[in-house]
């Protein structure tokens, strides 16, 4: 009998032993071979764990999407910056496992991903799958200013941005939802007051500090690290787009009040200028962004755009800003060739050049060109019967996006300092008489253009 134990137990150890061994072969197999792209070589400064669980997050949320059938793109730019060095090898590359981990294993505490809101059936089910995978999720909403107007505030909630955590890591999904001007805008990331604020390190997020806007991307589908994702066709390109996406709403609650102290002018003289300007600012964004001027609203146009989300409708014209560093010889020509004929040129490039051209009946488009100093911006002007040149002065501001009457164009960032310098304090109180040589709050005298430069720097067509 006692023999009959021992042989027993013996064998039961070696079949213990056996499976444990077979155990260890499948593990190695499906989570640390190659062949599926999660042993790779190690990343300087970090341990292999640490790399292997960034891809290993990745992994389980491309493979939650995909199961739902959500269409996500990468656009995490820390990854796109690495990706971009290595674009044309990444393009020809075959769909075989790469030999280390050299992109989503990067250090990093967020991988960021976007998602077209019009794509996404908002499943429930995805949160629930996301749940079982081990996904603990945030749902963050805010407000759509895309129902905001002069009728109406509205307060429907629309989710902006989600959070995905899984062990140390986290997948920030960015909803990006489409404007009337034909773009893409993602929401600022705002939490509520009853939010877990230790959830994850939100002030480390690479987007939703502000509202921004986007081109709708060109994708393509690569393996990188042996997943595959979509991501910008030209990732530097998304890159420099982002650098410079900050997107800033119209004011619509500001702009009903100025409307109940002055109201609006509803005459048909009033209508038709609007429609005109609204047609000729189209014009003039499309003419300027075929030649890759970046331009900015500026003078009564911005005023109009940030006091009253609205032409003005007694300004009588359409104003913008141009760098002259961005100035092109082509401007002119291109104008002309959109039906835009030169009005008047004043100036030169070295010095206080201003562009009017017109468009239908007494509506013109004038384009001021603006010079760089070391602490402050200015724009010149000049009086055609007597030479005199005029300078006026900004405080240094950098560009936003905004949507004006169903345009992406930009604005100064800095609108209120911008809008005080030119128009003083009292900017919201409308002034129907205005002298461009004495009224604007930053005018200087700027001297007199010699005579014999005159055929030159003064021209009317």
């Known amino acids: 009998m006692q023999r009959i134990n021992k042989n027993v137990v013996l064998a039961l150890l070696s079949l213990t032993s056996l499976v444990f061994l077979l155990f260890q072969l ?7 071979s190659q062949k599926n792209g999660s042993v790779f070589s190690k990343v300087r400064g970090l341990q292999s764990g640490q790399d292997s669980t960034r891809w290993h ?24 910056g690495l990706v971009d060095k290595d674009i044309e090898q990444i393009r020809s590359s075959p769909d075989g496992p790469s030999p280390e981990c050299k992109y989503f294993c990067a250090p990093r505490d967020f991988t960021t991903f976007a998602l077209v809101d019009k794509t996404w059936k908002h499943e429930v089910s995805l949160f629930r799958a996301a749940e079982k995978m081990g996904f603990q999720w945030l749902k963050i909403i805010n407000k759509d200013p895309r129902l905001d107007g002069m009728d109406d505030l509205s307060g429907i909630e629309i989710a902006l941005h989600y959070i995905f955590k899984l062990a140390s890591h986290a997948i920030h999904l960015v909803v990006f939802y489409e404007r009337s001007g034909n773009y893409l805008w993602h929401g600022p990331l705002r939490l509520k007051q009853h939010t877990d604020r230790k959830f994850v390190p939100f002030r480390k997020l690479h987007f939703g500090r502000y509202a921004g806007a986007y081109e709708k991307p060109e994708l393509l589908l690569v393996s990188i690290d ?12 998304f890159l420099e787009e982002m650098s410079h996406s900050r997107f800033l709403e119209c004011r619509y609650r500001e702009a009903r009040a100025f409307f109940q102290l002055y109201p609006d002018d509803a005459s ?58 961005d100035y092109k010889a082509d401007i002119i020509p291109a104008f002309q060739k959109a039906g835009l004929p030169l ?39 000049t009086q055609a019967k007597s030479g005199k040149k005029f300078k006026y002065l900004f405080p240094k501001f950098t560009l936003c996006w905004t949507e004006f009457i169903g345009l992406k164009v930009h604005v100064p960032c800095e609108t209120l300092q911008y809008i005080e310098a030119n128009y003083g304090p009292d900017w919201k109180v409308p002034l129907k008489t205005w002298d461009w040589k004495s009224s604007p709050s930053n005018v200087q005298y700027n001297g007199v253009w010699p005579v014999n430069e005159w055929d030159d720097v003064i021209q009317i067509y």
Not at 226 to 231: A, M, S
């Open 268 to 325: 048909l003289d009033a209508v038709e200028f609007r429609k005109k300007a609204k047609s000729l600012l189209h014009l003039a964004a499309l003419t300027l962004n075929s030649l890759g001027v970046k331009f900015w609203l500026s003078s009564g146009t911005c005023l109009g755009w940030y006091r009253q989300c609205n032409v003005i409708p007694y300004s009588k014209d359409v104003d913008l800003g141009v760098f002259i560093k």
């Open 57 to 80: 997050v990745v992994r389980k949320f491309l493979g939650l999407i995909s199961t739902h059938n959500i269409p996500v793109y990468l656009i995490d730019p820390l990854i796109l």
């Open 226 to 237: 042996d997943l595959k994702v979509q991501i910008p066709k030209s990732p530097s390109s």
């Open 343 to 381: 009005k008047h040129k004043f100036g030169k490039v070295e010095d206080s050049l201003e562009l009017s051209f017109q468009g239908d009946d007494d509506v013109k488009l004038d384009i001021f060109f603006f010079y760089e100093e070391d602490d402050h911006i200015w724009n010149g002007g």
């Open 26 to 32: 499948y593990y190695y197999k499906f989570y640390l």
